[in-house]
């Protein structure tokens, strides 16, 4: 029996987030002449790509699969388990991230790698601005929220608790799931809920 969900790992936009991760890993080893991660633990580089190569297209499918739900359910509860897997995703990736990049060459070569391969901020942004943007469309988020300015405050919001859990511990301040129901509360997409 087909399962009705399908591989995140087979689709077209998993197989281009892969080769731009392979194009950025390229573009970081040719820049090292001899294929070597220069000024950081060996492998380092090597394991947060990999880890980048494997996590980020199934995060992106998670966003992208937005599109499905515009005009279903309610937004809050729709964009619940997006905040949550988004905390969790940030976590590992920074994990791998901050021991990769301890030197300042190693993160200038990422940079100018990541210029080529379109591999920046925006992949996150766009699929969840435009999921709150339809959502406007039909009336289901405030005429007064900015799809792209919330969607970049939702991420940031996962983005810094993982960062915090990461340099704190889990026990340290709230948990994950208070966490993304509060990141998702203070959004205020709600329609009914009109500035005074």
């Known amino acids: 029996m087909a399962t009705p969900f399908p591989d995140p790992h087979r689709s077209r936009l998993t197989q281009e987030t892969r080769n731009h991760v392979l194009e950025l890993a390229g573009s970081m080893k040719r820049a090292d002449g001899d294929g070597a991660t220069a000024m950081a633990a060996p492998g380092r580089v090597d394991l947060f790509l990999a880890l980048l190569q494997d996590?980020?297209?199934?995060?992106?499918?998670?966003?992208?699969?937005?599109?499905?739900?515009?005009?279903?359910?309610?937004?809050?509860?729709?964009?619940?388990?997006?905040?949550?897997?988004?905390?969790?995703?940030?976590?590992?990736?920074?994990?791998?991230?901050?021991?990769?990049?301890?030197?300042?060459?190693?993160?200038?070569?990422?940079?100018?790698?990541?210029?080529?391969?379109?591999?920046?901020?925006?992949?996150?942004?766009?699929?969840?601005?435009?999921?709150?943007?339809?959502?406007?469309?039909?009336?289901?988020?405030?005429?007064?929220?900015?799809?792209m300015a919330s969607a970049r405050l939702l991420l940031a919001g996962c983005f810094q608790h993982a960062y915090y859990e990461m340099l704190t511990g889990s026990d340290a301040s709230l948990s994950r799931d208070d966490t993304a129901e509060e990141i998702v509360r203070e959004l205020r997409l709600d329609a009914a809920r009109q500035p005074a």
Do not use: C
């Open 55 to 147: 996590r980020l297209p199934v995060w992106l499918r998670i966003l992208h699969d937005l599109s499905h739900l515009v005009g279903k359910g309610n937004v809050a509860d729709n964009l619940l388990p997006i905040a949550r897997a988004g905390i969790d995703y940030y976590l590992e990736i920074q994990s791998a991230a901050l021991p990769a990049f301890s030197s300042p060459t190693v993160t200038v070569r990422y940079r100018a790698a990541v210029r080529g391969t379109g591999l920046g901020p925006m992949p996150d942004v766009a699929p969840l601005a435009a999921y709150l943007a339809a959502e406007q469309a039909i009336g289901r988020v405030s005429a007064h929220v900015d799809p």
